[in-house]
């Protein structure tokens, strides 16, 4: 069964700063990782998809990296700004489902 | 449409009663989810639909839970005799295709069960 789990849970940065997020998952046999961003409450934006034969995709200041064979990915956020404060998730397809991890909030104050 | 609508955004309900929540995919998407967010808590996995299909069901808590799509697109899911604790965000999500394709989120319909 996959389990996927994000660290840190929460991050709270000052403005500029670069970031990585992190998200580990159990079964390596996904089709594809995305990741999300949740503003309080309201849906999921998607932010990067990843294809199993990827390595990486940029977008913007963002960076995702997947690592199947160790079963990480991680975000990178580039100068970071306040509009950047949301909870960050990443999801994992495989069989036929999203597993998603528990998010890490992420509050970047001025 | 532009994106995956859901209805309402809102909804109180008595405890007891019956309610109904909507899904609007993408035009032209196949794939269909369900999810669940509680306060505090990660997503849910409810229901998927390929089609008119739903190859799994195993997420839904209980009997009172049901969905169903047709026409290949709009999805109700239905949850009877409501109780406090399905009070939540009800969030759907559709794709092209079950696999290689990403997921576009609806808003959610946030259900207070009272």
């Known amino acids: 069964k996959q389990e996927v789990t994000q660290i840190p849970a929460a991050l709270s940065v000052p403005e500029g700063e670069n970031l990585v997020l992190n998200c580990s998952f159990t079964?390596?046999?996904?089709?594809?990782l995305q990741w999300f961003r949740q503003d309080p409450g309201k849906g999921l934006t998607s932010l990067l998809l990843?294809?199993?034969?990827?390595r990486e995709q940029t977008s913007g200041r963002l960076n995702a990296s997947l690592d199947k064979s160790s079963g990480r990915s991680t975000l990178y956020i580039a100068a970071s700004q306040p509009g950047d404060s949301a909870t960050y998730l990443c999801?994992?397809?495989?069989?036929?489902?999203?597993?998603f991890g528990t998010g890490t909030r992420l509050q970047v104050f001025p | 449409g532009a994106g995956v609508s859901q209805s309402p955004s809102n909804k109180v309900t008595e405890k007891g009663k019956d309610v109904e929540l909507r899904c609007d995919p993408i035009?032209?998407?196949?794939?269909l989810y369900w999810y669940r967010q509680s306060l505090g808590q990660g997503l849910e996995f409810l229901i998927y639909?390929?089609?008119?299909?739903?190859?799994?069901k195993s997420g839904l808590p209980s009997d009172r839970f049901s969905a169903e799509r047709t026409g290949g697109s709009v999805s109700t899911l239905t949850i009877q005799r409501t109780q406090q604790e399905d009070s939540a965000v009800y969030l759907c999500?559709?794709?092209?295709?079950?696999?290689?394709?990403?997921?576009?989120f609806g808003s959610g319909t946030r259900l207070t069960v009272v």
């Open positions: 035009s032209g998407h196949t794939a």
């Open positions: 999500a559709s794709s092209f295709t079950l696999y290689r394709m990403g997921y576009t």
């Open positions: 999801a994992a397809f495989n069989t036929d489902k999203l597993i």
């Open positions: 990843i294809q199993s034969s990827q």
């Open positions: 639909f390929q089609g008119n299909s739903a190859p799994d």
């Open positions: 079964d390596s046999a996904i089709y594809n």
